[in-house]
Structures are given as structure tokens and as C-alpha cells.
Nanobody, 124 residues
Framework: QGQLVESGGRLVQAGGSLRLSCVAS????????MGWFRQTPGKERELVAA????????NYAESMQGRFTISRSTDKNTVFLQMNSLRTEDTAVYYC?????????????????WGKGTLVTVSS
């Protein structure tokens, strides 16, 4: 079974920057789309950003566009999320996900693989 492990979440001050990493292992990932989602208590998990199998197409949620950047390593096994100009409302558990279908990945709950999440806390 494939495994995704996130890292990089921590406490950061509003206006600051943070970089999250997700390392995929346990199988071949070259044909998989990958992405980041986030969730806070009482709210549904929402898409943050997604990247296709070869890294040449990206998608962002409107509130993250211009502030966050998703990228992928050449070997396709690692995905990054660079977060700039962080706001208190960005506080959430951030999850890495993967699916062979771009459409399924962007549908959130339909993604085939999920990490356990990493907590990002943005303070005033």
C-alpha cells in the first residue's frame, strides 16, 4: 500500500511563510496527480492546491491563489506547498493526497491515498 507523509507544519506568525513537504513511498507514483487539502473543526475538507502527474498543470483554491505555490520533484515522489503571507484563517490541519485521476483528486474525499496531516497554526 502506498504511503504519504507530510512534514513542515508548525506555529508561525501572521504574514510569515512556511513550506510543507509530502513524501510518497511504497509504490510507483509517476502517473499520479497529487495535492494539498486542509480542514478545521466543524468544516469540510477543502482543496488548497493540486498538481498533475508531470507537474506542468496546477490548480488553486481562490483564497490561496497568489499566496500559495504547489510544486513537485522531478522523480514525482515529493510534493511541496510554499505558503506566503499567511493569515490566521489559514490555521488548519493540512493533508497530502494522491490519485491516478486529476478529477478524483480535486474531489477531495475520492482521492485514493491520504497522509495523516500536519498542523499549521498561524498566530496574530
Amino acid at each position: 500500500q502506498g504511503q504519504l507523509v507530510e512534514s513542515g507544519g508548525r506555529l508561525v506568525q501572521a504574514g510569515g511563510s512556511l513550506r510543507l513537504s509530502c513524501v510518497a513511498s511504497g509504490r510507483t507514483w509517476v502517473s499520479y496527480a497529487m495535492g494539498w487539502f486542509r480542514q478545521t473543526p466543524g468544516k469540510e475538507r477543502e482543496l488548497v492546491a493540486a498538481i498533475n502527474w508531470n507537474g506542468d498543470t496546477t490548480n488553486y483554491a481562490e483564497s490561496m491563489q497568489g499566496r500559495f505555490t504547489i510544486s513537485r520533484s522531478t522523480d514525482k515522489n515529493t510534493v511541496f506547498l510554499q505558503m506566503n503571507s499567511l493569515r490566521t484563517e489559514d490555521t488548519a490541519v493540512y493533508y497530502c493526497a494522491a490519485d491516478i485521476s486529476d478529477t478524483h483528486l480535486k474531489s477531495g474525499g475520492r482521492a485514493a491515498y491520504w497522509g495523516k496531516g500536519t498542523l499549521v497554526t498561524v498566530s496574530s
